[in-house]
């Protein structure tokens, strides 16, 4: 059984910076492709950036291009995203997903992600 758990979530002024981490356990995870999604209150879920995890390829939302960086650590199998000069409208509830894959292509809907971990709060104060 796959497991997810987010953390380094808090409050942060506008321009301010936070790493968050999703520590991945209960399989091996070269065949996956991992991603970070958001929800905003009233909001749809919406991704954010992803990774595969063989080849570290990556792929971001172009509101987040440029700002964030997602990276995986193999030996602590644990994905992470850095995220600078943050605004409000980043503020939402970040989740990080998982799916097994055959070829290591990110996709950007939810239904692309058979895994998810509980979130984690992000708020960014103007």
């Known amino acids: 059984q796959v497991q997810l758990v987010e953390s380094g979530g808090g409050l942060v002024q506008a321009g301010g910076s936070l790493r968050l981490s999703c520590a991945a356990s209960?399989?091996?995870?070269?065949?996956?492709?991992m991603g970070w999604f958001r929800q905003a209150p009233g909001k749809e879920r919406e991704f954010v950036a992803g990774?595969?995890?063989?080849?570290?390829?990556?792929y971001y939302a172009n509101s987040v291009k440029g700002r964030f960086t997602i990276s995986r650590d193999n030996a602590k199998n644990t994905v992470y995203l850095q995220m600078n000069s943050l605004k409000p409208e980043d503020t939402a509830v970040y989740y990080c997903?998982?799916?097994?894959?055959?070829?290591?292509?990110?996709?950007?809907?939810?239904?692309?992600?058979?895994?998810w971990g509980q979130g984690t709060q992000v708020t960014v104060s103007s």
């Open positions: 997903a998982a799916d097994m894959r055959a070829l290591p292509v990110i996709t950007t809907t939810e239904k692309g992600y058979h895994y």
């Open positions: 209960g399989r091996t995870f070269s065949s996956y492709v």
């Open positions: 990774i595969s995890w063989s080849r570290g390829s990556t």
